[in-house]
């Protein structure tokens, strides 16, 4: 089944303290995208990958690192988490962005709370 | 600066009736536009994309409808059932304009829609 995976699902954790969200494709997509959503600001950006070795930043970038080493997986990294980055956060990727036959796929999201 | 609008943050319609759900944009470089679907604890859903050389798509029930003069689109879905019960997400791109670009899609802030038994 064409899916993208995210792990873990929920994730508590405290200030400060590193953390990786991982994200995985299974359908060889190009492009991959980590987005964030809030109460009353709807889905934003926060990195891309046009491909592998090839990353960069979307609307909200601070507090986030990503790299892209294969293909299939791209993890969203908090090095130093803090409790504004309280949010869900979505992995999203297609084979081919910005055409009209090739809509993003997300999964079903990681709900993250720093306390 | 909000550059896609969803001005209404709910929308509660009758079972079998017409559900519009609309979305203002300010960027005139947006040539692509789509509709995603979202049920709670799930990731958004692909349903609908309109390329700015249209001003209409239609599959199923669900129609959209482009108005580049206005900076407007809506999405019509007729009739509304109660799976339609979701929020909805107005999305959009500068992708084909600018041949594929990187900057990523806009989104509104999301409607949440639901179906009135």
């Known amino acids: 089944e064409a899916q993208v995976t995210q792990n873990p699902r929920y994730l508590i954790t405290v200030t400060g303290k590193k953390l990786t969200v991982t994200c995985s494709q299974n359908m060889n997509h190009e492009y991959m995208s980590w987005y964030r959503q809030d109460p009353g600001l709807g889905l934003r950006q926060i990195y891309y990958?046009?491909?592998?070795?090839?990353?960069d930043k979307g609307d909200v970038p601070e507090g986030y690192k990503v790299s892209r080493k294969e293909k299939r997986n791209f993890p969203l990294i908090l090095e130093s988490p803090s409790p504004n980055q309280t949010s869900l956060y979505f992995c999203a990727s297609t084979a081919r962005y910005g055409y009209t036959n090739s809509p993003l796929h997300f999964g079903n999201g990681t709900r993250l709370t720093v306390t | 600066d909000q550059q896609v609008k969803q001005n209404s943050p709910s929308l509660s319609v009758q079972e079998g009736r017409i559900s519009i759900l609309n979305c203002d944009y300010t960027n005139s470089m947006f040539d692509y536009f789509l509709w995603y679907k979202k049920y709670p604890a799930e990731g958004p859903t692909f349903l609908i994309s309109i390329s700015s050389i249209k001003d209409k798509n239609e599959d199923g029930r669900f129609t959209v409808f482009l108005n580049k003069s206005a900076k407007h689109l809506s999405l019509h879905i007729v009739p509304s059932q109660p799976g339609d019960s979701a929020v909805y997400f107005c999305a959009a791109s500068a992708g084909e304009a600018s041949g594929g670009g990187a900057d990523g899609l806009t989104f509104g802030k999301g409607t949440h829609l639901i179906i009135q038994p």
């Open positions: 990958s046009m491909n592998v070795e090839v990353t």
